[in-house]
């Protein structure tokens, strides 16, 4: 993984959108993962991703869609890191991988949910 301290627009961006909790859950999951590479942090999407709704998954998207569209702020390069992890986030996630369906997560930005969005960060990142 990317050090994420060294990209400052990320880390802007999530001190300016999380709680101070949400900030501390986002430090753990930096420590967690900050060995792994770009494959393991895409299988690790796909994993959590199933946990995650349809609703906020969509939501997820619509964020990266305008992250995109930030001049200044994103290269060619993270346009193309944000299409990729939109691919992946689109890939049909309505029964996870024991058969069962997801459980509904209403909340945006919690648990499994707030996971996806960090390790989405890293992929771009």
């Keep these: 993984m990317k050090d994420m301290s060294a990209h400052a627009f990320a880390y802007v961006l999530n001190s300016s959108l999380l709680s101070p909790e949400e900030q501390e859950e986002f430090e753990k999951f930096r420590k967690d993962y900050e060995n792994k590479n770009k494959r393991q942090i895409s299988r690790e999407i796909l994993r959590i991703k199933s946990r995650v709704s349809p609703e906020v998954i969509?939501?997820?998207?619509?964020?990266?869609?305008?992250?995109?569209?930030?001049?200044?702020?994103?290269?060619?390069?993270?346009?193309?890191?944000?299409?990729?992890?939109?691919?992946?986030?689109?890939?049909?996630?309505?029964?996870?991988?024991?058969?069962?369906?997801?459980?509904?997560?209403?909340?945006?930005?919690?648990?499994?949910?707030?996971?996806?969005?960090?390790?989405?960060?890293?992929?771009?990142?």
């Design 58 to 125: 969509d939501q997820h998207i619509h964020n990266l869609d305008t992250l995109a569209q930030m001049k200044g702020f994103v290269t060619d390069e993270t346009k193309a890191n944000i299409e990729y992890v939109k691919r992946l986030l689109s890939q049909n996630t309505r029964v996870r991988s024991a058969g069962k369906p997801y459980p509904p997560q209403p909340q945006y930005v919690s648990g499994s949910s707030l996971l996806l969005w960090f390790l989405v960060l890293v992929a771009i990142w």
